[in-house]
């Protein structure tokens, strides 16, 4: 099993790259091509879909879409193909919002999407996302705090996991300031 690609993209398509590691191209389909950038060294966390038929690698940007897009899939009748497109429109933390809201009109609105596979990723996955650094799709009221208070993700990224998750959410926001402000 595959966890990340580091090459050199040498294509960059509509719906996939081609990345470049020790002269092996590895075809990667992915939500959104163009954030890779064609001729620069970049990595690529990937997930190799094997059924009898095919043998797909996805790739995402951030370990974070790969693995709302593993939650996703482990949803009944919500495959690759279904998944892809919901990362390449939505951000994560809208996608999770919407399901922990039950958000279903938000849900639909993503090709293929239809109201029953809808009321399924929200019986599957509500209340079991979170954005932070132990788990990747969590909401995490440290990082939504400190986006509110303006800093940009890669900064939160940086010192979240730094951060002691005992203390109280209020301790958390000064001890991640601190850390933000070295």
Known sequence: MFDYL????????????????????????????????????????????????????????????????????????????????????????????????????YLKKFPKIGEKVARQIILDLKGKLVMGSESPVESDELVLALESLGYKANDIKTVISKVDKSLNIEQQIKEALKLLLK
């Open 6 to 105: 580091n090459g050199k993209v040498t294509k960059t398509v509509a719906n996939y790259v081609v990345i470049d590691c020790g002269g092996v191209g590895y075809k990667i389909f992915t939500p959104n091509p163009y954030k890779f950038r064609e001729g620069e060294i970049e990595t690529a966390y990937v997930y190799n879909h094997i059924r009898e038929d095919e043998n797909v690698l996805y790739g995402f940007k951030t370990e974070e879409e790969r693995d709302l897009f593993l939650r996703l899939i482990d949803v009944k009748g919500l495959g690759p193909k279904m998944a892809l497109p919901m990362l390449a429109t939505g951000s994560i933390n809208g996608i999770i919002d919407a399901i922990d809201r039950e958000n279903i009109l």
